[in-house]
Nanobody, 130 residues
Framework: VQLQASGGGLVQPGGPLRLSCAASQFRLDYYDIGWFRQAPGKEREGVSC????????YYADFVKGRFTISRDNAKGTVDLQMNSLKPEDTAVYYC????????????????????????WGQGTLVTVSS
């Protein structure tokens, strides 16, 4: 599975940004998709995940109320709407899926196993700065 994250850029604190995760040759309708991020000098961490079978979602505490994960049925993508961005949100954001297109809650919280076994896009840089 070849994923591609897009939509990153420079945004002022408090501003919005929308990221999109797509696959080059197929839709993501039947794949669990997670958004993760890695700031310079820090480990990769889970941001938000979307379950394909039951519509379940997970949000890390530090993005609850600010970020929204959704599926664009028209485009077959999984998007991350980020509002009220803070400088500490600056990171490279990645989308990923697990073996068989599945992501467990534990993998979303701690992506260590997913880093080793999952499929990842190349990442998109989000910089929050005035």
């Amino acid at each position: 599975v070849q994923l591609q994250a897009s939509g990153g850029g420079l945004v002022q604190p408090g501003g919005p940004l929308r990221l999109s995760c797509a696959a080059s040759q197929f839709r993501l309708d039947y794949y669990d998709i997670g958004w993760f991020r890695q700031a310079p000098g820090k480990e990769r961490e889970g941001v938000s995940c979307s379950g394909s079978s039951d519509g379940s979602t997970y949000y890390a505490d530090f993005v609850k109320g600010r970020f929204t994960i959704s599926r664009d049925n028209a485009k077959g993508t999984v998007d991350l709407q980020m509002n009220s961005l803070k400088p500490e949100d600056t990171a490279v954001y990645y989308c990923a899926t697990g073996i068989g297109g599945l992501i467990g809650l534990s993998d979303c919280v701690d992506p260590g196993r997913l880093i080793e076994l999952g499929s990842w896009g190349q990442g998109t840089l989000v910089t929050v700065s005035s």
